[in-house]
């Protein structure tokens, strides 16, 4: 309205590292219920924007913070995955703790998480079901030409994912899940 305009609307966007995470975390959370995540970024130069990090900083070199960004990744994943009820937004019910790093990668975001489940006794075997498993019929109706096949592709090999080898999966629009095993303190 302040621009003249009579209709429209302003979408803002999730932080991208968040995304991919809340991506991954639905058909679990929808499986067995999330109750506390720890999740550990490393996050690309291309997340810094333009002009991004000094190269003299990055090269051969970790950035154990990112302003801002901790804040968002405890926050952002559970108002993506809330719910409406009566009309009213409710953020999912389950606790975060992030720690951001910025890491000498050109693109393609890496997220370690260990994750304790509502549930009890939820194996890895049946967190890969529930990746493999996980559909949008709502969307895959609409037909939209850039909806991946698989919203999640789950790599088996020890040292995958990558970003290099796997971030132009899905033309860039999956979300690669490795190393899924048990975690002594959470769980999974």
Do not use: W
Not at 101 to 122: A, K, L, Q, Y
Not at 157 to 163: G, K, S
């Amino acid at each position: 309205e302040n621009n003249g305009y009579k209709t429209g609307f302003i979408v803002t966007n999730a932080n991208c590292s968040s995304t991919g995470l809340a991506i991954a975390l639905k058909p679990i959370h929808e499986a067995f219920g999330i109750q506390d995540l720890l999740v550990v970024t490393l996050q690309a130069i291309s997340g810094a924007g333009y002009p991004g990090i000094s190269s003299l900083d990055i090269t051969d070199n970790v950035v154990p913070y990112i302003d801002g960004e901790e804040p968002k990744m405890e926050k952002e994943p559970q108002k993506i995955l809330g719910t409406v009820k009566d009309g009213q937004f409710h953020p999912a019910d389950f606790r975060i703790s992030a720690h951001c790093n910025r890491v000498h990668v050109i693109d393609g975001h890496t997220e370690c998480v260990s994750v304790r489940f509502r549930t009890p006794g939820v194996t890895p075997e049946q967190v890969v079901k529930a990746f493999e498993d996980y559909r949008t019929p709502e969307l895959e109706a609409l037909g939209l030409p850039s909806l991946p096949k698989r919203h999640i592709e789950v790599r088996k090999e020890n040292d995958r994912p990558q970003p290099r080898l796997d971030r132009e999966l899905e033309n860039g629009f999956s979300v690669s899940v490795g190393r899924v095993r048990e975690c002594p303190i959470l769980g999974i």
